[in-house]
Nanobody, 120 residues
Framework: QVQLVESGGGLVQAGGSLRLSCVASGSTFSFDAMGWYRQAPGKQRELVAVISSMGSTNYADTVKGRFTISRDNAENTVFLQMNSLKPDDTAVYYC??????????????WGQGTQVTVSS
């Protein structure tokens, strides 16, 4: 059974940095895409950043230039380096992984979430 476990969240002052990590265990395959979503209180979950198995990346406009996503395919791990954090970045951050089969069936996996709080 695939499990995603996040770490690295916490409390930081505005302008500070945090690095999130997510390890996928129980998988015998690599994921086609891994990424990070976040959900702030009273808001919908939104995409933060995603990275393909080939290293292509995509970011939400609100984090471009401040956040960097990377992955280690051999370890099935994805990272999110967050710099110049703002209070608006406060949210629960969720790790996501997707596997696409040859018949285009999608398998989506989620972590339990890690809290990021940015104080002003």
């Amino acid at each position: 059974q695939v499990q995603l476990v996040e770490s690295g969240g916490g409390l930081v002052q505005a302008g500070g940095s945090l690095r999130l990590s997510c390890v996928a265990s129980g998988s015998t395959f690599s994921f086609d895409a891994m990424g990070w979503y976040r959900q702030a209180p009273g808001k919908q979950r939104e995409l933060v950043a995603v990275i393909s198995s080939m290293g292509s990346t995509n970011y939400a406009d609100t984090v471009k230039g401040r956040f960097t996503i990377s992955r280690d395919n051999a370890e099935n791990t994805v990272f999110l380096q967050m710099n110049s954090l703002k209070p608006d970045d406060t949210a629960v951050y969720y790790c996501h992984a997707r596997k696409v089969l040859t018949d285009r069936t999608l398998y989506d996996y989620w972590g339990q979430g890690t809290q990021v709080t940015v104080s002003s």
